[in-house]
């Protein structure tokens, strides 16, 4: 009694783009604005106007949107953030945020 069987497989894979986290600056009464500029042209690639407008915004509003990267790199950028202002003796505080466009201060740094 030969019985033959047929195997449908389905597998679907869910493959979707890598989320987006925006590395936040926090103000703080000790680290200078200089400093805090100086770490987002060295670190994160920023222009001195854009460096500037970011610092404002966290001093102004409590904090700011330093960049918007992938896991890894939001991650490699606040640990190297962190060593640096660590070293010159600064409590510089950094976070990472999934990005949400819904959120305006996330979704756009200088709002």
Do not use: C, W
Request: charged fraction near 25%; glycine fraction near 4%; proline fraction near 5%.
């Amino acid at each position: 009694m030969d019985t033959e069987v047929e195997i449908k497989q389905t597998d679907k894979l869910d493959i979707s783009k890598p989320k987006k986290y925006s590395v936040i600056l926090y103000n703080d009464d000790s680290t200078p604005m200089e400093f805090v500029i100086e770490l987002l042209i060295n670190i994160f690639n920023h222009s001195e106007s854009a460096a500037q407008d970011i610092t404002a915004n966290v001093h102004s509003q409590g904090k700011g949107v330093a960049g918007v990267y992938y896991y890894e790199i939001a991650e490699q950028k606040i640990a190297e953030s962190i060593t640096v202002s660590r070293s010159a003796g600064y409590p510089l505080a950094l976070d990472r945020l999934i990005r949400d466009s819904r959120d305006p201060m996330i979704s756009n740094p200088f709002v």
